[in-house]
């Protein structure tokens, strides 16, 4: 079985360290201590999300505390690459689901309220205007902070998955077989599901998929922001990581979305 770098991504994982057993679980453990709660949170959510879903997802349960160990079984499949009018249909599918998800019923399982992203948009606001901005082309200034004023002004009141691209979405054979990583879930903009399935994968895809849901054109707009948004995190990665390269990637990557939308 070929596995993908998320569904099983050994030393590789950001968050945590993961090893697949029997060639059929998963078992993930901590890299630092504040991921323990994340993934506590996720053995609660998860088991009560994942009968709500039309696609496979993690479902994780606590098989250790010390050592810190959840398991969960593997959602089998590759990252995305075969972007059809199906696939789409079967994203949008996925996000109505998930966004019908009643907030309050997930709060209580210990989703990230609103507070949260309105506090992470506060922190990458304030790091984008002092880190990235200098980084920017005049020309670029004024559209750049106008993008960094919607984006704090957007919605926080939808179960979102928060971290969806090609290497959360996996496909067997071609066709969506589940959807994976959910550290990332909390109360937010539903629009922010939105940013690669309509801005990054093909027209058919990404038309099939609106049509499905019912993307409305201010969630369409606001989806093209938080895929604006997108390199600016590369930024800041790429300093808090001490990578010159990846800092100079992402500057130019948000100076290449930009442009492209400002034509």
Same mark, same amino acid.
């Given at each position: 079985m070929a596995l993908t770098p998320v569904n099983f991504d050994g030393d590789n994982g950001w968050d945590s360290s993961a090893t697949l057993v029997d060639d059929r679980w998963v078992e993930r453990r901590p890299r630092r201590p504040e991921v323990e709660a994340q993934l506590r949170r996720e053995t609660r959510l998860l088991p009560w999300l994942a009968?709500?879903?039309?696609?496979?997802?993690?479902?994780?349960?606590?098989?250790?505390?010390?050592?810190?160990?959840?398991?969960?079984?593997?959602?089998?499949?590759?990252p995305i690459d075969s972007y059809t009018a199906e696939? +789409?249909? &079967?994203?949008?599918?996925?996000? =109505?689901? #998930?966004? *019908?998800? @009643?907030?309050?019923?997930?709060?209580e399982l210990g989703l990230p309220a609103d507070t949260h992203p309105r506090r992470e948009?506060?922190?990458?606001?304030?790091?984008?205007?002092?880190?990235?901005?200098?980084?920017?082309?005049?020309?670029?200034? +004024?559209? &750049?902070?106008?993008?960094?004023? =919607?984006? #704090?002004? *957007?919605? @926080?009141?939808?179960?979102?998955?928060?971290?969806?691209?090609?290497?959360?979405?996996?496909a067997e054979a071609g066709r969506i077989s589940g959807i994976i990583d959910f550290g990332d879930a909390h109360l937010g903009d539903p629009a922010i599901d939105f940013a690669w399935a309509l801005?990054?994968?093909?027209?058919?895809?990404?038309? *099939?998929? @609106?049509?499905?849901?019912?993307?409305t054109p201010e969630l369409r707009a606001r989806a093209r922001d938080w895929h604006l948004l997108g390199p600016w995190y590369e930024v800041l990665r790429g300093y808090d990581t001490d990578d010159p390269a990846m800092r100079d990637d992402g500057r130019t990557g948000v100076i290449e979305r930009l442009r492209q939308f400002l034509r």
């Open positions: 009968p709500r879903l039309p696609l496979a997802v993690p479902v994780p349960e606590l098989i250790s505390e010390a050592p810190f160990v959840v398991r969960h079984a593997v959602v089998r499949g590759e696939n +789409g249909k &079967a994203l949008g599918r996925f996000l =109505r689901a #998930l966004h *019908a998800t @009643a907030p309050g019923e997930a709060m948009r506060a922190w990458a606001d304030t790091r984008c205007r002092r880190e990235v901005l200098p980084l920017l082309p005049d020309s670029l200034v +004024g559209p &750049a902070t106008t993008l960094l004023d =919607r984006i #704090l002004a *957007a919605p @926080a009141d939808t179960v979102v998955h928060a971290d969806l691209g090609p290497e959360h979405v996996l801005f990054d994968t093909s027209p058919e895809f990404a038309d *099939a998929a @609106a049509e499905t849901y019912g993307v």
